[in-house]
């Protein structure tokens, strides 16, 4: 059982580094053909920087390979030991904070590396190490306080019998929710300043849409995002009455009215198409799955690693296997989330122009250094939006470009 289980690991790495390798050969060709959508120097600068992301990517899998065999073959029988509480609900408690903690700090320098040279040296984090840590005891306060009490749960739930996986389930679905609903309310101003949007002019058209669409928003806000990262965006974030419009003052910034309507559109059409609700419904489909297989692993598997089956045991290898899982799920949601984004991109340029949505993919593209052109494998596996170029296209941007 553990060979088979380190093989299908194994494969997922091998997977993941081979898309990767892909990519990067594919990008460096590609970054010698004339420029498309991007400026010469910004098409140049957007190949170098997706090929610097996917070689760390590359090491990022490989070191996850390294923590895998460190876990499955030392890591989980040592922690079971170091752990000497008599208490079995708090032990299983502290057992998978534990687990949590120490592999956030054995993947903590790929962040930082990318945080602190990667992305300042392509010109987009703003980032300081006194904003950088109080993130961090910030989002280890509400890890402790909220992520111990789901933990707690989930451990009860499996101390009930061979059902808990439904429960757990239902549990964590209800979760997602509830942390959908409060995020744009309690969690983001944690970490960053809302202010209702100051132009009136720009409201009152904002608010028009939100009509058209038959969308309730709790408010129009702009975020103080350039404080950390000096790339564009814009959201509809929270569920029910804590709906509310998103601008990223990098986006107010660099777009004019008419392009940042096409874009508000663009998102308005998730809305209108219900994408939101197919996005949740495809997501409850994997947690199903991944609460099945983990709700039925076998006492053998448990025997294999030298670790009792217990909550928390279980809930470390759901921990561990549950990204490769889901791994082989992405093309079947690139491909929903693929064609949701063409409908979503006709509904803004309805909604507005479709030269305002074309003008403000390219300046997004431009901001965002994001380079137009992937391998097909990739973008099989990982793109939830098709290739810019396509979208241009159907938005009636003639491009000359054979290779794309």
Same mark, same amino acid.
């Not at 390979?65 to 876990?71: A, D, E, G, N, S």
């Not at 101003?189 to 300043?193: A, D, V």
């Not at 202010?195 to 002019?201: A, Q, T």
């Not at 009636?396 to 794309?404: F, K, L, M, R, Y």
């Given at each position: 059982?553990?060979?088979?289980?380190? +093989?299908?690991?194994?494969i997922?790495?091998?997977? /993941?580094?081979?898309?990767?390798?892909? $990519? +990067? *050969?594919?990008?460096?060709?590609?970054?010698?053909?004339?420029?498309v959508?991007?400026? @010469?120097?910004?098409?140049?600068?957007?190949?170098?920087y997706?090929?610097?992301?996917? /070689?760390?990517?590359?090491?990022?899998?490989?070191?996850d390979?390294?923590?895998?065999?460190?876990?499955i073959?030392?890591?989980?029988?040592?922690? $079971?030991?170091a752990?000497?509480?008599?208490? @079995?609900?708090?032990?299983s408690?502290?057992?998978v904070?534990?687990f949590?903690? +120490?592999g956030y700090?054995?993947?903590?320098?790929?962040?930082?590396?990318?945080?602190?040279?990667?992305?300042?040296?392509?010109?987009?984090?703003?980032?300081?190490?006194k904003?950088?840590?109080?993130?961090?005891?910030?989002?280890?306060?509400?890890?402790?306080?909220?992520g %111990?009490?789901i933990?707690?749960?989930?451990?009860?739930?499996?101390?009930?019998?061979?059902?808990?996986w439904?429960?757990?389930?239902?549990?964590?679905?209800?979760?997602?929710l509830?942390?959908n609903m409060?995020?744009?309310?309690?969690?983001a @101003?944690?970490? &960053?300043?809302f202010?209702?949007?100051?132009?009136?002019?720009l409201?009152?058209?904002?608010?028009?849409?939100?009509?058209?669409?038959g969308?309730k928003?709790?408010?129009?806000?702009?975020v103080?995002?350039?404080? /950390?990262?000096?790339r564009l &965006?814009?959201?509809?974030g *929270?569920? *029910?009455?804590?709906k509310?419009?998103v601008?990223?003052?990098?986006?107010?910034?660099?777009?004019?009215?008419?392009?940042?309507?096409?874009?508000?559109?663009?998102?308005? %059409?998730?809305?209108?198409?219900?994408?939101?609700?197919?996005n949740?419904?495809m997501?409850?489909?994997l947690?199903?799955?991944?609460f099945?297989?983990?709700?039925?692993?076998?006492?053998?598997?448990?025997?294999?690693?030298?670790? @009792?089956?217990?909550?928390?045991?279980?809930?470390?290898?759901?921990?561990?296997?549950?990204?490769?899982v889901?791994?082989?799920?992405?093309?079947?949601?690139?491909?929903?989330?693929r064609?949701?984004e063409?409908?979503?991109?006709?509904?803004?340029? $309805?909604s507005?122009?479709?030269?305002?949505?074309a &003008?403000?993919?390219?300046?997004?593209? &431009?901001?965002?250094?994001?380079?137009?052109?992937?391998?097909?494998?990739?973008?099989f596996?990982?793109?939830?939006?098709?290739?810019?170029? $396509?979208?241009?296209? /159907?938005l009636?941007?003639?491009?000359?470009?054979?290779?794309?």
């Open positions: 059982m553990l060979l088979t289980i380190g +093989i299908i690991y194994f997922y790495v091998l997977t /993941r580094v081979y898309i990767s390798t892909m $990519e +990067i *050969g594919f990008v460096a060709k590609a970054k010698k053909d004339p420029a959508i991007l400026d @010469p120097a910004g098409y140049v600068k957007a190949a170098e997706k090929i610097a992301t996917q /070689r760390m990517d590359m090491l990022s899998t490989l070191w390979y390294v923590l895998f065999i460190f876990w073959g030392y890591g989980l029988r040592w922690l $079971e030991k752990i000497n509480i008599s208490d @079995p609900t708090l032990k408690v502290v057992y904070l534990a949590i903690v +120490i700090l054995l993947t903590l320098p790929f962040d930082l590396y990318k945080t602190f040279y990667l992305d300042k040296k392509f010109g987009f984090s703003k980032m300081t190490p904003l950088y840590l109080t993130d961090l005891l910030k989002s280890a306060a509400l890890f402790f306080i909220f %111990g009490a933990i707690w749960v989930l451990v009860k739930f499996i101390a009930m019998g061979d059902q808990w439904l429960w757990g389930f239902g549990f964590i679905f209800i979760v997602i509830i942390i409060i995020y744009p309310t309690f969690i @101003p944690l970490f &960053n300043k202010e209702p949007l100051k132009d009136e002019n409201k009152a058209k904002i608010e028009t849409l939100l009509q058209k669409a969308l928003s709790e408010g129009v806000y702009t103080d995002a350039s404080k /950390r990262d000096t &965006n814009a959201y509809f *929270g569920l *029910g009455k804590s509310r419009v601008l990223y003052d990098t986006l107010v910034e660099k777009l004019n009215e008419k392009e940042l309507l096409a874009v508000l559109g663009h998102e308005l %059409g998730h809305y209108s198409h219900k994408d939101i609700l197919k949740i419904f997501t409850s489909v947690m199903f799955v991944l099945y297989i983990f709700g039925h692993l076998p006492q053998q598997l448990f025997d294999a690693i030298g670790i @009792p089956k217990a909550p928390h045991t279980i809930i470390a290898i759901f921990l561990i296997f549950s990204p490769v889901s791994f082989f799920f992405l093309p079947l949601f690139g491909m929903v989330s064609a949701n063409y409908a979503a991109d006709a509904y803004g340029a $309805e507005q122009d479709a030269p305002s949505l &003008n403000a993919l390219q300046k997004l593209a &431009n901001e965002n250094k994001s380079f137009p052109k992937s391998h097909p494998l990739f973008i596996f990982y793109h939830t939006h098709p290739p810019l170029i $396509e979208r241009l296209r /159907r009636g941007v003639q491009i000359d470009d054979e290779t794309a």
